[in-house]
């Protein structure tokens, strides 16, 4: 059911590396973002798949994990991400702009739940350095990072709880479990 995937959609920071995420599942999620909108149906992202162990541990290096808690190492040692996609903006199709940061959240939310759908999942990663992931991959002058994802298959629980009496929107961990606070759909709707 739609709801029930919608709800495993979680940002899982630990991963069973034992199960490998291949290029061609990337490629088949990717097809799923091939066809989502696009402000002015300028479609102008383009994406890397990455799947190399040597490329993903120093893209690893390259990424901030987990930063509402920072007394854990995230992801945990050994539970590193298996692949990473990296979506850039493409300036030779025109400017990155608030449409193309839009674009950017469509794109990365089908892939995932394309991935989700197939037992796998990740992270969307904004905190990274667009230099260094730049370099890293050699990309054209023309191709800009916008979004980092790193992927797996997750190796931990997450759940979706009610706000705190504190109001704090901040994830935590309770008996192992990642606990993600998410406002009321009374305290949505205007
Ligand atoms: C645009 C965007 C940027 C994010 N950047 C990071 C990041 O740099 N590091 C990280 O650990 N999580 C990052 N996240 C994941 C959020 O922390 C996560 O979505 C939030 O805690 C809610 O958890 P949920 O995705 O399970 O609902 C990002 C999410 C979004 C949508």
Redesign the pocket.
Known sequence: MFEELVLK?????GFDRSVLVTRERMLRWLGCVRTSPSARNLQMLKFKPVTDADACSRLLAL??????LPQMH?PPEGHEPTAFLVVCADLKLGTCSENTMID??IA??TFLLAATEDGFGG??????SHDGVHDLLGLSEWLSPQ??IGLGKPAEV?K?VDLPESGS?N?YRENGI?C?P?RSLDELVI
């Not at 990424?63 to 509402?68: S, Y």
């Not at 992270?123 to 990274?128: D, K, P, S, V, W």
């Open positions: 959609n979680r940002s899982y920071r990424t901030r994990w987990g930063g509402a995230l950017v959240g990365a939310q992270c969307m990663l904004r905190n990274f979004l980092v997450a979706v929107v994830y990642h993600v998410k």
